[in-house]
């Protein structure tokens, strides 16, 4: 299957010191309160997952779409996407005419690429954000409730997706995720990341996705 599907992320980085940030996300910044532990029950995920009918998504070989990101004033990337929708190989066509691509834990780039650093941030990244409804049962993910579900004069059903060792790029990597208390829809993500920096770094600059 090839869909087209115009997607644009909003993202915002999320200070330490504002106000909304202490709202939203302070709790998030201290890991004790909320304890990486094997997960007993799938009410969240599983909900979450039939509302984005990820059974169905499976059940096709790919998905192609169009990304115009943003991220601080600026255009972080302009592109067509097509993924496996088992997130095991994708392919990066830019506006400008050069490509990325992965297969499994490797990434590959158009030869003569002027600047390839953080390609391989860029490839799996966007990836995982846009597949991030059908990825909550992957293998090596914990949830824990979240009980600061207010955002933005909203309440929403909220857990925290933590990694165990050894899983992907970055494990120390942890998500807060808001659904749509109604359709259950996954509605914003808070996040980390880790990616050359320490997880005490890392905690002090979350980052949010609508």
Known sequence: MKSKVYCFFILASIGCASPQASDSTSNALDPENHPKTERDEFSFVQKVEEAHQRHAFLGHDAISFDILLEFGGKERLNATVALSTDSYKGKFQLADGRSYYFVGDKVFVDPGYASPDGLRFSAYTWSYFFLLPYKLSDEGTYFAP????????????????????????????????????????LQVASYIVTAGSSLKEAELDPHAIA
């Open 146 to 185: 979240y009980t600061q579900a207010d955002l933005n004069g909203r309440t929403y059903e909220a857990e925290k997706l933590t990694f165990s060792p050894g899983t992907g790029d970055a494990p120390d990597d942890w998500y807060i995720l808001y659904a749509d208390p109604t359709d259950h829809l």
